[in-house]
Each structure stands twice: as C-alpha cells, then as structure tokens.
T-cell receptor, first 115, second 114 residues
C-alpha cells in the first residue's frame, strides 16, 4: 500500500523567506513522486517530479525537491518566497503493482506569503 | 495542445437529480483518470481508463456512479440520484505512454448538491 503524509496543513512565510513544505511517503515499490500546485478554483499544475533519476529535482517557478530514500521524504523548497506562491500544494506518489499508476495524494499544505 | 478540458465548470443540482460531466483529455494521451476533491482534502482516485477500457474503480465509486470513455477519446462521469455528500470538485487527468508519466489535470467541475 502507498500513502503520503504532508506535515502542516497551513504554512506562513514572509516574502523573501525560505519555503519548506514537507512530504513523507510510504511505498512498497520504487516510488515516483510529484508536487502539484493548486490555485483557487483551478486544477492542479505540475511543479516537479522524481522518477528515479537525480535525487535533487528542479521544477518550475524556482521550486526544487530532494528525494531521500533513507528518510522516505520528498520535501519541497524555494529559497525566496514570492507573493504569487500563495496557493495549496499537494504531494503525490505513483507506482502501484496494479499498473494504473494512479496518484495517492497528501492532504495538502496551504502556503500563505506575508508582505 | 490545448490541455485537458472539463465541462461544465460548475453544476448546481437538487438532491436526487442525475448529472453528467465531460472530460476531454490531451489528444495523444491514452490514460485517463477521474479524481474527487472535497474541501480541505487532496484529490482521491475514482477510476482509470486505458484507451476505452475501464481498468480500475475505487471503492469510492458507488453504484450510483458510472464512467465511460467511448472510442478512447473523451470521457463522461455520471452520478445518478445525487446526494449532498456528492458535493465536491471532480477532476479529470490524462497521461501518455506505458510508464508512470506525469498526469495533466483539467480545471475541474465543481458540483453542488442542494
């Protein structure tokens, strides 16, 4: 069985400060991991993905994430927060023995950026 | 490539009515997924199509729900005898290929059952 845990349903940072959003996963098969961002009343936009190549993954809008197998983590970071980063962020794991490659999502972290 | 589209974007219906949503995936994508997202939660998997074949259904998909993907192109999700608990955002996603490629999501259909 697979699962994703996102610690912190709400995170607030000041504009220009480091953004750190936490994601821990559980998977019985080598995982593919994803971070998505969702703006109000919109669908999900892919930020970045880990697919068993480089453990440090760079994505769009200055975000990056590091896959740490020993910690079963895939935390999302951005060195300097911008007001436009305020949104909800979801971590997801894919990769099942059934072959559907459906996503299992975490419950999300709402990021607030303070001026 | 116009991305994944969903219609309608919003639907308000009375309890007991039937509703149908449509998803048009990216044209070359053979995999199509439906998810449901309730307020404050992450999306939950409902069902999966590979081409026209529905290969997996979640236990969340009660017998009031049915999904189709005729000819492996667009897909429809129908909810019969809607209940207030069906109020949610219904998201469609598509992906290409035979590996664990990323899924591209549509804007969703927000259903409100009164």
């Amino acid at each position: 069985a697979q699962s994703v845990t996102q610690l912190g349903s709400h995170v607030s940072v000041s504009e220009g400060a480091l953004v750190l959003l936490r994601c821990n996963y559980s998977s019985s098969v080598p995982p593919y991991l994803f971070w998505y961002v969702q703006y109000p009343n919109q669908g999900l936009q892919l930020l970045l993905k880990y697919t068993s190549a480089a453990t440090l993954v760079k994505g769009i809008n200055g975000f990056e994430a590091e896959f740490k197998k020993s910690e079963t983590s895939f935390h999302l970071t951005k060195p300097s927060a911008h007001m436009s980063d305020a949104a909800e962020y979801f971590c997801a794991v894919s990769g099942t023995t059934s072959g559907t490659y459906k996503y299992i999502f975490g419950t999300g972290t709402r990021l607030k950026v303070l001026a | 490539d116009t991305g994944v589209s969903q219609n309608p974007r919003h639907k308000i219906t009375k309890r007991g009515q039937n509703v149908t949503f449509r998803c048009d995936p990216i044209s070359e994508h053979n995999r199509l997924y439906w998810y449901r997202q309730t307020l404050g939660q992450g999306p939950e998997f409902l069902t999966y199509f590979q081409n026209e074949a529905q290969l997996e259904k979640s236990r969340l998909l009660s017998d009031r729900f049915s999904a189709e993907r005729p000819k492996g192109s667009f897909s429809t999700l129908e909810i019969q005898r809607t209940e207030q608990g069906d109020s949610a955002m219904y998201l469609c996603a598509s992906s290409a290929g035979w590996n664990r490629g990323e899924q591209y999501f549509g804007p969703g259909t927000r259903l409100t059952v009164t």
